[in-house]
Each structure stands twice: as structure tokens, then as C-alpha cells.
């Protein structure tokens, strides 16, 4: 009794230390990322063009050129950031601010959704601190320029209102926010259909409400877009990601590698939790988790194991098993060897994912980089291909362009690659360009026979950011081209 008393005393407090440590951290990289004039990640500069084009009036879902290639997302995300870029100007800032308060967003309803249902500041605390330690688990994900932290945010608040609405109005909010989750990023179908399972345990006929207004709309917006943009929306949307094909090494790889490797620690305690529940709590409750556990397992693992799946695809797997964490570490707090367990656990998975956040400051080599490119592409005659990034050349004052990763992400399709390589071939060979930035060994399969043919390779080479990580990033070379005279 003594020494279980002594943990009640002082067990709070490393709680509170580690959890406040833990969040601050995430706001102190926020601060260094978000003003960062560059991209940090490739998919940040698309993003950008898509804002671009909306500011201009022009469609995002659309056929491919040279001048634009949509990447394959619902669109709330960049009619959000258009709308806030039109007020406050063009900037990634805007775009990382809002993936910031969507992270913010989630941290709160952590918070709430763990105290609420262990009456427990300190519990709400935990499930807050230990999603918020898990950045570099994350893939560094949570202020990047993307729509990922903005459908998990929507995706959160619905899921809270189904586990602890108590009347059918809260359920048909939790229908739109689902649906505005699904608009953002769609991938949070599967999320969707999980929620409304696990809801009928705790509602029963009610959850029909949150259908109700979650099918329509999202039935109705699909069929809306489609219509509107001619078939594209359903194309960009939906065949094109089935398109990327799985990467089979990963079916048992994620459990081999992923889970095991780095994810096991919290993986045994959402274990733990899913079977504890079906005692501690009423059947209806228990299913609801397990149900939306599930769900989130086969989103992740669904997501994973796809061509272009990084470890972003486990944000979710970690807003849960958080959340579970800090409701079993609560429930647990009158057994000494338990509470003990779950916190050599936390410990364990925050030393596999550690790591020391001025690494993720964007460094002055990266900056170097970034401004010695487009210092190149300003002082250059002429419009310039940055296939790489061509938000780069937007920067610069010139014509934005296509990017390399989404040309090839839609020759992926074996059906129309002859199409769509034409397309793009063609509106390439119609702007002229005097001079192309790629890098020569990943230069789309579209254009490289006419590059390589009619541009001459100079000794000029530059580098841009893929990736920002644990050091300085990944800085892909990238190659000058210039139009040979004649043609």
C-alpha cells in the first residue's frame, strides 16, 4: 500500500513533465517550419500549384500537361487554403498553419476524449503527450503543407461526438464532419464505415442519423464533381490510386518491421487495452473501440502497403493507440504492477522514437540550396521547366509547372500511359522551354527521349529538398538544361 500510494503521489507529476515536454517540443519545430519559404517535402510545392490555379480560376481536376498534373486528393483542402492564401497572400505558411491547428486540434481532442471518459486530467494530459512524441514516428508529418492533419482532425472530432453524443443532432454533425474528413482526404472512407459500426454498439438505430447526413452529402459531392469536371474528379480521385498497385514485401513486412521494430511497445498496450475493456467497461462501449481499433488498423495497414505508402499512413494508428494508452493507464492506477508495466512500456516507445528536435529546424544548408536555385531560375531568360518543383519557379516570377512525381503517377495507369503521355509530350513540346531543371536519371518517361534530343546537358547543377529528416534532409541533384540552338 505504501508504495502504491507513492506512485499515486508522484507518478502525476512525470506525467505532466513528460507530456508538457512532449507538446512543447512539437510547437518549437512548428516555429521554425512554418515560415520556412521553401519546400520541405516534394508533395509541398503540388500543393502550392493547386492553390495557384484555384487563385487564377482555373479547374484542379483536370487532364494532365506540362503546365499542371492534380494530384490525387479531394479538394476541401485546397479551397480551404486558397480561400486563406486569397486573404493573407500566397504562401506554404498559410497551408502549414492549418495543418498546425489541425495537429493542435488533435491534441485537444486527446484531451478530451481521455479525460472525459476516465474523469481524469492527467489521463487527457498522457493521451495528448504521448501522440505528440511520436513526431519522428510520424514521418515528421504534422506541418507539412498537406491535407493529412486536416482529415484526421475532422475525422477526431466526428469520432468524439459518436462515442459521447447522447442525442441524434450531435450524431448528424458527426455525419458532416465525417464527410468533410472524406472531402479533405478520402482515404477516411474506411474510417467512416469503422465509426458507423462501432456506433450502432452505443446508439443503435440512432447512428442512422449520422448516415444520414454523412452518405448524401458525400454521395451527392462526388457525383457533383464528377459531373463538373467531366469524369476527372472520379478518375484523379479514385482509379488513379488504384492504380499505384502494393508493394508485397510490405504484407509482411508491416507487421515484421513496422510494428514490431518500431511500433511494438504501444501495439502491446492497445492490445492490452482492447482486451481489458470487455471487463472493465459495458459491452457496447468495448465494441465501439475495438470496431474503430480495427477500422484504424486496416486503414493503415491498407495504406502502408501501397506503392507511395510512407509512415505518414500510422498518424491515425497513433492517435489511437495513444488515446488507449492513457485511458489504460488510468484505469490501471490501483495496481502497482500494472501502472508499472504500461510505463516501462511509454518509456521504451519513447526511446525508439526519440529525437533531437533542432534536427528539424530547416538548416542553413537547405536554405543554400533553395535560394541558389531560384536565384538561378529568376536570372534566367525565358520561362524555365523546374520539373522537380515547379512551385520554384513561381517563386522565381515565372509559369509554375507540372511535377515530376505526379507526371509519373499518371503514366502509372498501363491503360491510358499512351494518352496521357502524349498529352503532357505535347504540351511540353509547344511551350518551347529554353532551359529544363531535372535530374537526368529521373527525368519522366514522357519526356526523355525529346529532352535528351533536343537539349544539351550543361556542367550547372543545383540540389532541392525532398525531405526534411534527422540531418540536413534528402537533397536530390538536379540537372541544367538547355534547348539546343536550332530547335
Avoid at 57 to 63: F, L, N, S, V, W
Avoid at 175 to 180: A, I, K, S
Avoid at 405 to 429: G, H
Wanted: aromatic share 16%; hydrophobic share 50%; proline share 4%.
Amino acid at each position: 500500500m505504501e508504495r502504491l500510494a507513492v506512485i499515486k503521489k508522484y507518478l502525476p507529476f512525470a506525467v505532466w513533465i513528460f507530456s508538457a515536454y512532449s507538446i512543447f517540443v512539437l510547437f518549437y519545430i512548428a516555429a521554425y517550419q512554418i515560415p520556412f519559404n521553401f519546400p520541405l517535402e516534394w508533395i509541398e510545392g503540388p500543393m502550392m500549384d493547386h492553390i495557384i490555379r484555384i487563385l487564377d480560376g482555373k479547374p484542379i481536376y483536370t487532364a494532365p500537361s506540362i503546365d499542371f498534373v492534380p494530384s490525387p486528393y479531394t479538394p476541401v483542402y485546397f479551397y480551404l487554403s486558397a480561400a486563406l492564401c486569397s486573404f493573407f497572400g500566397v504562401s506554404l505558411s498559410i497551408l502549414r498553419i492549418i495543418s498546425a491547428i489541425s495537429t493542435l486540434s488533435i491534441l485537444i481532442t486527446l484531451f478530451m476524449w481521455a479525460r472525459k471518459e476516465t474523469s481524469s486530467n492527467t489521463a487527457g494530459i498522457f493521451a495528448s503527450g504521448l501522440f505528440a512524441s511520436t513526431y519522428w514516428l510520424c514521418a515528421n508529418w504534422f506541418f507539412l503543407a498537406r491535407s493529412d492533419m486536416l482529415s484526421l482532425a475532422l475525422f477526431m472530432w466526428a469520432a468524439y461526438l459518436v462515442r459521447f453524443s447522447e442525442g441524434r443532432r450531435p450524431l448528424f454533425y458527426a455525419g458532416v464532419l465525417m464527410f468533410l474528413s472524406i472531402m479533405t482526404k478520402q482515404s477516411a472512407v474506411i474510417f467512416a464505415g469503422g465509426l458507423f459500426t462501432a456506433g450502432i454498439f452505443i446508439h443503435r438505430k440512432n447512428i442512422l442519423f449520422f448516415a444520414l447526413s454523412l452518405a448524401p452529402l458525400t454521395l451527392f459531392s462526388f457525383i457533383a464533381l464528377n459531373e463538373l469536371t467531366y469524369g476527372w474528379f472520379e478518375y484523379l480521385v479514385l482509379e488513379m490510386p488504384a492504380n499505384h498497385g502494393t508493394i508485397s514485401t510490405r504484407f509482411l513486412s508491416f507487421f515484421t518491421e513496422d510494428i514490431l521494430k518500431y511500433r511494438l511497445p504501444f501495439t502491446i498496450l492497445a492490445v492490452w487495452f482492447a482486451i481489458s475493456i470487455f471487463t472493465s467497461m459495458k459491452k457496447s462501449r468495448a465494441m465501439f473501440y475495438l470496431l474503430l481499433a480495427m477500422s484504424v488498423l486496416a486503414a493503415t495497414y491498407l495504406g502502408r502497403i501501397k506503392v507511395g505508402g510512407a509512415t505518414n499512413v500510422f498518424i491515425p494508428f497513433f492517435m489511437m493507440t495513444a488515446l488507449f494508452t492513457a485511458i489504460l493507464f488510468k484505469n490501471s492506477a490501483n495496481s502497482t504492477k500494472t501502472v508499472a508495466i504500461i510505463a516501462v512500456a511509454v518509456i521504451v516507445q519513447s526511446a525508439i522514437g526519440a529525437f533531437n528536435p533542432l534536427s528539424y529546424r530547416p538548416s542553413a544548408k537547405i536554405t543554400k540550396y533553395s535560394e541558389k536555385l531560384l536565384a538561378f531560375v529568376e536570372n534566367t531568360k525565358g520561362d524555365v521547366l523546374v520539373l522537380p518543383s515547379g512551385y520554384m519557379a513561381y517563386l522565381a516570377g515565372k509559369t509554375p509547372s507540372a511535377h515530376t512525381c505526379l507526371i509519373n503517377d499518371m503514366l502509372s495507369n498501363k491503360k491510358r500511359k499512351k494518352e496521357f503521355s502524349e498529352m503532357v509530350l505535347n504540351s511540353f513540346i509547344e511551350r518551347n522551354y529554353p532551359t529544363v531543371v531535372v535530374n537526368e536519371k529521373r527525368i519522366p518517361e514522357s519526356l526523355k527521349k525529346n529532352i535528351l534530343k533536343n537539349y544539351k546537358k550543361t556542367k550547372r547543377q543545383f540540389g532541392i529538398v525532398k525531405w526534411i529528416g534527422r540531418s540536413d534532409g534528402t537533397i536530390e541533384p538536379v540537372n541544367v538544361f538547355e534547348l539546343k540552338k536550332g530547335k
